[in-house]
């Protein structure tokens, strides 16, 4: 057990020693607002979460745009009508240390604090998981699989919980519609949405990992990160 908890230990060292030196394991850029990355995930009562891509066009927070995806996605993929106001979330997985990625998500902060009626941002940077579960021996994969919470850096566990309990808040003034995504919505954004549908919808992890594939998952620090949650 000491011998386990000692190559737990040097694993936590070791991601954030790469996270320091800046090492990059995600797609480089973002990608300009694309309806086609653009997905309804969940609906609670009067509130909404939805994943994607950047909400950028021509260097502008595209808020009308966004707004008019989201509500076409929920007809098309949710089979419902969204209020005719809400309080858009924007869950933004961009890391600010990231020269690429800095700019996009200083015009989302900008936007917000100029607007904040129309919705507030949060950002929380993901990097995913160096190695998988299936890179471990069995007793120490099982080890590692039993303190996730505790040692993850991306801490899913939480940050999903938080997002469900947003939803589930109903005393809302305004229904709130939360929008997560990273830079082209397919990796960090699929390690953070697949967990929440895992957790709270109970989708088959098989369906999930298709899905999440044909939406152009391939980052292999996200699919790790995804990997561990469903152990």
């Not at 021996?137 to 947003?166: C, G, N, S, Y």
């Not at 992890?205 to 998952?217: D, E, P, R, S, T």
Request: glycine fraction near 6%; charged fraction near 20%.
């Amino acid at each position: 057990c000491n011998m386990m908890r000692a190559c737990a230990f040097l694993f936590i060292i070791g991601i954030f020693i790469l996270h320091g030196m800046n090492i990059v394991f995600v797609s480089c850029s973002v990608e300009p607002l694309n309806y086609d990355r653009v997905h309804f995930v969940h609906r609670i009562g009067r509130n909404y979460l939805f994943r994607g891509n950047d909400p950028i066009l021509n260097n502008t927070f595209a808020y009308d745009t966004l707004i008019s995806y989201l509500r076409q996605r929920a007809l098309e993929e949710g089979n419902s009508t969204m209020p005719s106001l809400f309080h858009v979330v924007d869950i933004s997985l961009l890391n600010p240390n990231q020269t690429d990625e800095a700019p996009s998500l200083d015009i989302e902060r900008k936007f917000f604090q100029m607007n904040p009626s129309l919705g507030s941002l949060i950002n929380w940077p993901i990097i995913g998981d160096l190695l998988g579960p299936y890179n471990y021996t069995t007793p120490l994969r099982d080890e590692l699989a039993v303190t996730f919470p505790l040692w993850e850096h991306d801490h899913l566990p939480q940050k999903i919980e938080t997002i469900h309990d947003m939803l589930r808040d109903q005393t809302w003034t305004t229904p709130i519609a939360i929008y997560v995504h990273c830079g082209h919505g397919q990796d960090r954004t699929g390690e953070m949405a697949g967990a929440y549908e895992l957790q709270f919808l109970e989708e088959p992890f098989v369906k999930l990992w298709c899905y999440n594939i044909a939406l152009g998952m391939d980052v292999v620090v996200n699919e790790n990160g995804l990997l561990w949650f469903c152990e």
